[in-house]
């Protein structure tokens, strides 16, 4: 049998998703990842053949539709291979972010990473993993005391990527919907370390 998150992260069970969620029916479970961008633990940050930089909003261009949700104050980390953009993330530091999983506003202290993507005939070769190395290089660059992610408990891929660059889970954040009734909850992961971490603003 296959590992559960190749059987959930396919194109039906998203369309799946969807469908409940405008049904008014959805729920997630999310992990709260945190490192110290000062604290050396990045991978690599060097792919053979691939570059990296980081562009504004009004610099990212049309090629991937989700460079049109950037905000104003986020960046694109690109990797670009042969002139084409093989990966890219949004980073951002001390912004408001609207998590549609959750259907909440979080503002994070520090850095926030989101929106990891490398195009699949490009990946296996440490894209991702390198992209995260250098937006924890990008955040401390910014004196940021924290970089942030949210990662899906059954998007293992991205899970590992974060792990690989020292990102621990702090928290659970849980999201249930059932039509005009929700519950919502964020639960320490590690109750010592959590309480000594820059936290989230709800």
């Known amino acids: 049998m296959p590992p559960l998150w190749r059987l959930t992260r396919t194109g039906p069970a998203r369309r799946l998703y969807e469908t409940s969620k405008r049904a008014g029916i959805t729920g997630t479970r999310m992990y709260q990842y945190v490192a110290d961008p000062t604290d050396g633990r990045g991978a690599d940050g060097d792919v053979d053949g691939v570059r990296f930089e980081v562009r504004r909003p009004e610099e990212a261009?049309?090629?991937?539709?989700?460079?049109?949700?950037?905000?104003?104050?986020?960046?694109?980390?690109?990797?670009?291979?042969?002139?084409?953009?093989?990966?890219?993330?949004?980073?951002?530091?001390?912004?408001?972010?609207?998590?549609?999983?959750?259907?909440?506003?979080?503002?994070?202290?520090?850095?926030?990473?989101?929106?990891?993507?490398?195009?699949?005939?490009?990946?296996?070769?440490?894209?991702?993993?390198?992209?995260?190395?250098?937006?924890?290089?990008?955040?401390?660059?910014?004196?940021?005391?924290?970089?942030?992610?949210?990662?899906?408990?059954?998007?293992?891929p991205s899970r590992w990527t974060f792990e690989a660059n020292g990102f621990e889970p702090r928290h659970e954040h849980v999201y249930y919907r059932l039509f005009c009734l929700s519950r919502r909850s964020i639960d320490p992961l590690e109750p010592e370390r959590s309480a000594r971490e820059p936290g989230v603003d709800i």
């Open 61 to 156: 261009g049309e090629e991937y539709d989700a460079f049109a949700e950037l905000l104003p104050e986020e960046r694109v980390l690109c990797a670009l291979d042969g002139g084409e953009i093989a990966g890219y993330l949004f980073v951002s530091v001390d912004a408001a972010h609207r998590v549609h999983p959750l259907e909440e506003t979080l503002r994070f202290d520090g850095a926030y990473v989101r929106r990891v993507f490398v195009r699949p005939d490009r990946r296996n070769r440490g894209i991702a993993t390198a992209l995260v190395s250098r937006a924890r290089d990008w955040a401390r660059e910014r004196d940021a005391a924290a970089v942030h992610a949210l990662v899906a408990l059954d998007n293992a």
